[in-house]
């Protein structure tokens, strides 16, 4: 059998490259110094400015990228507006919502009538008059919604708007289909020929590399769909006949994210037995036609498995394909390590004795990749956080190409003029090859004149598909090009002189741009409160301690309480109130603030305790102990803002104060599935405020309360101001709170349990108590035609089943609109199939079991009653063994009344609307409690309008509903789901205060003397 038609197995991962989170000013001067004395840059400047001058002088069609920004800036309403709808109009497939959102933008914006000529630009001023006046009639008012279908004229502005993305989208897509963009392609290619008046030279011509585009596959159907297009546009460009070189024949670009929707780290081995095998495919037919074939960038955390999948495929290529130069792969020089990668391409390319194609990009990711590093936590940023430290990386990543020629025949992808002149000095004095590259509708005027130049040869990045599916990806590429800072922006503004237009970008390093993850949050009240430090998963030296914490963690037996030792140690805590609650505030959230700290740095022991006794998953252990940490620095802070003593006015001669104290002893019940979070969340609280504790944590999971009351103590929390009593609710629990010292409760869990609490204190002699309660909720999300299945996919599966559903704000009802109903769920259907169900220690878990087995009884129960029913619409499957696992599943009901009551597993439930969104909402309303609500739309007025609507404690719009911040996104509910404040916000601690008012009678002695003696006093 032949090597390269074995089966293709995982090898261990590597770390090809460095930490990802390095100083970016360190990063940035060791690019520096590649290039010194590499680059005359006033060259650059003598051969861009000609370019500059002619663009200007004669500009490109009237909706190529410049002219677009220059008539509607990106950053303006018009512009916004127009990016909005190209968005999402052209997938809306029901009259009502493109109305809806077509009133929504436009109505936004004005669109000058008289200020423009050119045909689109035209389309869209004469619909603003139009827009206008449809958004005030449309916009919620005495009709509502529906009032508008009535009206003659709404659908003719829907139709002319309709027009306007279309020729938008005409403009940027090369083709809907590949003959259609291969037509296209050579009618652009007898252009450039007639205008370089036939010139022969080999290196000429324009090249296309076709992307066949879309959203990255979320299931198994997405994968062979564009499977099937990638080969299909292999066969149409090669027409059956073998090209002379890959470098001068059109090519195709593929997203391995779109050959398999677990591309991740995490699911390494399937991602060499499954992805890989269809990679192999593609690659045969292209190397076949001697064509090339480029694998495009994806997000830093798949970088090094990016590697290691391009180090398989070399080694079968070296075996099957040895002088088949065109296989490659895409570099974004924006992230801190693009350098290294370009070295370790290459040293792939010698390690087989292959040549590669490698394009280097500026990168399409910027946004995200900060979002992510903040949300995480991490040390750094994996990208560079100004525009010229990208700018330098990508000249720095040129010259090493450059270097590297022997093994890379490098394709420059840019659109600054200055770039292009500094590689074509860069290359041209080393004599090496190269080709540049644009994308199709964008930088036409720059390379119009770049490739007056008969040896520069020049590529087009070409979009090809359906507009409705591309526009999400065009509005990426426009926001990016279109940015302020960038040069196609600044190109299309005179303003902008040659010089600075072109000024080299080669200074000295500068701090980044915004702070650093750990110092995310504000300085308030001169408290700098820090971030959590996360743990990138796909990162092996911050995965290592996890996992050796994991194998190495026992779950210790933690003794039962007696209600005699109930008794005894609420006596204790009381005895010990006096002396805690008299601590400064200052000094009691020191030690709170300690606390955190020691939690943060313990991150992979505490993980590797909730794997072994909660289940919990990696992913799920990071995020739990960052919140726990969250916890204790925010109420720290919070307690030395809002609980110090504040002078009141009051008439002269007295003085009001108030001052906030602490109540007593505060029983804090915590439930099992935030075993750390929720329980040092409660505990940290109670005590800064001034009060002693008494934690109940959740039977199952008593070891991890343990271990943090054992933190509290090791970082100065008194033992009779803190005690860990386990054991059964219907006894310890019931004994806590029905003790004569119990001055407050503070509980999390269900509404059942509640009410029993609630019930207790009630009846019991003494002082009214407060009860700080959180209970679960039928948690909805609501999905208009409007929204992007994949994103809602996306979120619907992070929502119902991350955690094994039981989170109390996990999604438990899906309400999707009946026009994209079937598409939604059967790309839900899909995504459960590729869920890794198992066990919550391995890194390729996604979804881990119940926590016990009662937990595990009812839920497989209720799954069986929907199964007789309601629809079943779709189930993941299980191979592992692991004790306690219910696979995530998904059942359609008729109606929203339907749900009667919350299944704490991940079970989805789904119900179709249509008609009034607005009635929708009601019918959420009416099941009675929800924790968190989930909005689906680009109608943006819509959103807010159904937000306020909604009698939920947290409103999402256009995300994930699970994962609330400390201090950002304030967690819990109202009425039935809770009694309020919101845990990890302003207002909680105050519920565990008492407050007390001294007043001083300050002219009691002989009257007020600050008074006599002012100016004004006596006579």
């Known amino acids: 059998?032949?090597?390269?038609?074995?089966?293709?197995?995982?090898?261990?991962?590597?770390?090809?490259?460095?930490?990802?989170?390095?100083?970016?000013?360190?990063?940035?001067?060791?690019?520096?110094?590649?290039?010194?004395?590499?680059?005359?840059?006033?060259?650059?400047?003598?051969?861009?400015?000609?370019?500059?001058?002619?663009?200007?002088?004669?500009?490109?069609?009237?909706?190529?990228?410049?002219?677009?920004?220059?008539?509607?800036?990106?950053?303006?309403?018009?512009?916004?507006?127009?990016?909005?709808?190209?968005?999402?109009?052209?997938?809306?497939?029901?009259?009502?919502?493109?109305?809806?959102?077509?009133?929504?933008?436009?109505?936004?914006?004005?669109?000058?009538?008289?200020?423009?000529?050119?045909?689109?630009?035209?389309?869209?001023?004469?619909?603003?008059?139009?827009?206008?006046?449809?958004?005030?009639?449309?916009?919620?008012?005495?009709?509502?919604?529906?009032?508008?279908?009535?009206?003659?004229?709404?659908?003719?502005?829907?139709?002319?708007?309709?027009?306007?993305?279309?020729?938008?989208?005409?403009?940027?897509?090369?083709?809907?289909?590949?003959?259609?963009?291969?037509?296209?392609?050579?009618?652009?290619?007898?252009?450039?020929?007639?205008?370089?008046?036939?010139?022969?030279?080999?290196?000429?011509?324009?090249?296309?590399?076709?992307?066949?585009?879309?959203?990255?596959?979320?299931?198994?159907?997405?994968?062979?769909?564009?499977?099937?297009?990638?080969?299909?546009?292999?066969?149409?460009?090669?027409?059956?006949?073998?090209?002379?070189?890959?470098?001068?024949?059109?090519?195709?670009?593929?997203?391995?994210?779109?050959?398999?929707?677990?591309?991740?780290?995490?699911?390494?081995?399937?991602?060499?037995?499954?992805?890989?095998?269809?990679?192999?495919?593609?690659?045969?037919?292209?190397?076949?036609?001697?064509?090339?074939?480029?694998?495009?960038?994806?997000?830093?955390?798949?970088?090094?498995?990016?590697?290691?999948?391009?180090?398989?495929?070399?080694?079968?290529?070296?075996?099957?394909?040895?002088?088949?130069?065109?296989?490659?792969?895409?570099?974004?020089?924006?992230?801190?390590?693009?350098?290294?990668?370009?070295?370790?391409?290459?040293?792939?390319?010698?390690?087989h004795r292959l040549r590669f194609m490698v394009r280097l990009v500026k990168g399409a990711y910027w946004d995200g990749e900060i979002k992510r590093a903040q949300e995480g936590g991490l040390t750094g940023y994996p990208v560079f956080t100004h525009k010229e430290h990208t700018d330098i990386s990508y000249l720095a990543c040129a010259r090493a190409l450059i270097a590297h020629a022997d093994v890379i025949y490098p394709q420059f992808a840019t659109h600054n003029a200055g770039t292009i002149a500094a590689i074509l000095q860069m290359a041209r004095a080393k004599n090496a090859a190269f080709e540049m590259q644009r994308l199709h509708g964008m930088g036409e005027g720059i390379y119009r004149e770049v490739m007056k130049d008969p040896t520069v040869a020049c590529r087009v990045y070409a979009p090809v598909g359906e507009h409705r599916d591309l526009l999400a990806y065009l509005v990426r590429r426009l926001l990016e090009n279109g940015a302020n800072s960038s040069f196609v922006h600044q190109l299309a503004d005179n303003a902008v002189d040659v010089e600075r237009l072109l000024a080299s970008p080669m200074t000295t390093a500068r701090p980044p741009a915004f702070p650093m993850p750990a110092f995310l949050y504000p300085v308030d009240h001169g408290l700098q409160r820090r971030n959590s430090t996360g743990a990138d998963l796909a990162v092996i030296a911050d995965r290592a301690p996890l996992d050796a914490a994991v194998a190495a963690t026992v779950v210790p037996v933690i003794r039962e309480a007696t209600t005699e030792e109930v008794i005894t140690q609420m006596v204790r805590l009381d005895d010990g109130f006096a002396a805690w609650s008299e601590r400064p505030v200052a000094e009691r959230a020191a030690i709170i603030r300690r606390a955190g700290d020691m939690l943060d740095a313990r991150l992979a022991e505490f993980c590797g305790l909730l794997v072994k006794e909660a289940h919990k998953t990696l992913g799920d252990c990071v995020a739990e102990v960052r919140e726990a940490v969250d916890f204790c620095r925010y109420y720290a802070d919070q307690a030395q803002i809002r609980l110090q003593d504040q002078v009141l006015p009051g008439p002269t001669g007295e003085s009001n104060e108030l001052r906030m104290t602490g109540r007593g002893v505060f029983v804090c019940i915590s439930p099992w599935n935030f075993p750390l979070a929720i329980f040092a969340g409660q505990v940290v609280a109670a005590l800064v405020a001034g009060n002693t504790v008494a934690a109940k944590p959740a039977e199952q999971t008593p070891a991890v309360a343990a271990r943090m009351v054992e933190l509290l103590y090791e970082a100065g929390v008194p033992k009779d101001a803190l005690a860990l009593l386990h054991g059964p609710g219907e006894t310890i629990g019931a004994s806590l709170t029905a003790n004569l010292h119990c001055s407050g409760v503070c509980f999390t869990g269900s509404t059942q349990v509640a009410k029993i609490i609630q019930r207790t204190l009630a009846h019991k002699d003494g002082p009214i108590v407060p009860f700080i309660a959180e209970t679960g909720g039928l948690n909805a999300m609501i999905v208009d035609s409007s929204a992007l299945p994949e994103q809602v996919v996306d979120a619907v599966v992070q929502s119902a089943f991350r955690s094994a559903g039981q989170r109390c704000s996990a999604l438990r009802l899906l309400v999707v609109h009946g026009s994209i109903a079937d598409g939604v769920i059967e790309m839900v259907r899909g995504a459960l199939a590729e869920l890794n169900v198992g066990d919550p220690a391995r890194l390729s878990t996604d979804v881990g079991p119940v926590i016990d087995d009662e937990a595990h009884a009812n839920v497989s129960r209720n799954v069986a009653r929907l199964k007789k029913e309601a629809k079943l619409l779709g189930e993941a499957k299980t191979a592992s063994t692991f004790p306690r696992l219910v696979p995530p599943v998904a059942f359609e009901l008729g109606a929203i009344a339907d749900l009667k009551e919350e299944i704490f597993g991940p079970v989805l439930h789904v119900v179709r609307w249509n008609g009034d969104v607005d009635q929708v909402m009601h019918d959420i309303n009416e099941l009675g409690y929800g924790l968190t609500l989930g909005i689906q739309t680009r109608i943006d007025s819509r959103a807010q309008r159904l937000a306020k609507l909604a009698k939920v404690g947290n409103v999402y719009i256009n995300r994930n509903i699970i994962g609330a911040v400390v201090g950002v996104q304030p967690f819990g509910g109202e009425g039935l789901s809770g009694t309020g404040p919101k845990a990890g916000g302003p207002n909680y601690l105050l519920r565990f205060c008492a407050e007390q008012t001294l007043t001083i009678n300050t002219a009691a002695a002989g009257g007020n003397a600050a008074l006599l003696a002012g100016e004004s006093g006596g006579h």
């Open 1 to 351: 059998m032949s090597p390269s038609s074995l089966p293709f197995v995982a090898a261990p991962q590597q770390a090809r490259l460095p930490y990802p989170y390095r100083p970016e000013v360190d990063v940035v001067e060791a690019a520096l110094a590649t290039l010194q004395g590499q680059l005359d840059w006033a060259q650059v400047i003598r051969a861009g400015r000609p370019w500059v001058e002619s663009v200007r002088d004669k500009p490109a069609p009237f909706w190529a990228m410049e002219s677009l920004l220059r008539e509607y800036p990106i950053s303006s309403a018009e512009g916004l507006a127009l990016m909005r709808l190209a968005e999402a109009l052209l997938r809306v497939p029901d009259v009502e919502t493109a109305i809806a959102l077509t009133a929504d933008q436009l109505g936004r914006a004005d669109f000058d009538a008289d200020s423009v000529v050119d045909g689109p630009h035209k389309i869209l001023a004469g619909i603003s008059a139009n827009a206008i006046s449809l958004s005030k009639k449309f916009l919620p008012g005495a009709e509502g919604e529906g009032g508008l279908l009535k009206r003659l004229g709404a659908k003719t502005v829907v139709a002319a708007t309709v027009r306007a993305i279309q020729l938008l989208g005409r403009q940027f897509v090369l083709g809907r289909t590949i003959a259609e963009a291969m037509e296209e392609a050579q009618d652009q290619r007898k252009d450039m020929e007639s205008a370089r008046r036939g010139s022969a030279n080999a290196a000429t011509g324009l090249r296309f590399s076709y992307d066949m585009l879309g959203e990255g596959a979320r299931t198994e159907h997405d994968a062979e769909r564009y499977l099937a297009s990638y080969a299909n546009a292999i066969d149409a460009i090669s027409r059956g006949q073998v090209a002379a070189s890959p470098e001068t024949a059109d090519g195709i670009s593929i997203k391995l994210s779109a050959l398999f929707s677990r591309y991740e780290d995490g699911q390494r081995d399937r991602v060499f037995a499954e992805l890989l095998p269809r990679v192999w495919s593609l690659i045969e037919q292209a190397a076949r036609a001697n064509l090339n074939l480029t694998i495009d960038a994806e997000e830093t955390d798949r970088l090094e498995l990016s590697l290691d999948v391009l180090d398989a495929l070399a080694e079968r290529i070296a075996d099957a394909f040895p002088k088949w130069t065109g296989f490659g792969l895409a570099v974004q020089a924006y992230q801190t390590r693009a350098l290294q990668v370009v070295d370790a391409v290459a040293a792939i390319a010698r390690k």
